[in-house]
């Protein structure tokens, strides 16, 4: 079964700021989808970011990006210039094809102003 | 917005009830997938529906049971509640991208409050 682990529970950075998620992962698959979504104090779930296994470029939205190491099986998530609403829980879903999403834990981050 | 609807936003209920939450999917989209996101347990699938077949299950409860409609909305029904079940209940629906994969997209969600 495939896991997603994300080993910060909690982040705390300036207005800003650049700030890098973590998230690791265990799968035997090659070919899957791994995300990043955010949900805000107002609890609803918000795709922020998706990477393709099969692509070695990593995946670029705005201020967010993610370093894709597929040996390691690791997906960090750097978000620059950080603003108060990114403050929100993150969290990291692995998918394989049309299947479940597999979520870490999450991290709570905090920008603060 | 997502395009995903979901009703009613919030519940509270008894030991012991049943309810009833519905999810609206995106226009076009034909998956419905379930999750829990409970404190202790973060965010657990619970069911997928594509076309109106139930084509996954997860850590489903078999107090709980689910169906998707030929209008493709989806209903989860939970029944002989306990405090445990106390949770936030989100809906997904995914559409396909032109390379052939899936992104799904989110609902506001339902809190369920057992008491």
């Known amino acids: 079964a495939q896991t997603v682990t994300q080993s910060q529970p909690e982040m705390s950075v300036q207005e800003a700021e650049t700030v890098t998620l973590s998230c690791t992962y265990d799968t035997s698959e090659n070919n899957y989808y791994l995300f990043w979504y955010k949900q805000p104090p107002s609890r609803q779930m918000i795709l922020v970011i998706r990477?393709?296994?099969?692509?070695?470029q990593n995946a670029t939205e705005n201020r967010f990006s993610v370093n894709f190491q597929k040996a390691a099986k690791s997906f960090s998530l750097k978000i620059s210039d950080s603003q108060l609403g990114d403050t929100a829980m993150y969290f990291c879903?692995?998918?394989?094809?049309?299947?479940?999403?597999?979520f870490g834990q999450g991290t709570r981050l905090t920008i603060n102003p | 917005d997502s395009g995903v609807t979901q009703t009613p936003k919030h519940l509270i209920t008894a030991t012991g009830q049943r309810v009833t939450l519905r999810c609206s999917p995106r226009s076009g989209d034909l998956s419905v997938y379930w999750y829990q996101q409970s404190l202790d347990q973060g965010l657990q699938f619970l069911i997928q529906y594509y076309n109106g077949e139930e084509r996954a299950k997860g850590n489903i409860l078999e107090r709980f049971s689910a169906q998707q409609f030929p209008d493709l909305h989806s209903e989860l029904n939970l029944s002989s509640l306990e405090l445990g079940d106390s949770a936030l209940y989100f809906c997904a629906s995914s559409v396909r991208t032109s390379g052939g994969s899936e992104t799904q997209y989110f609902g506001p969600g339902t809190r369920l409050l057992v008491l």
């Open positions: 879903a692995f998918r394989r094809g049309a299947q479940k999403l597999v």
């Open positions: 990477q393709e296994a099969y692509k070695q």
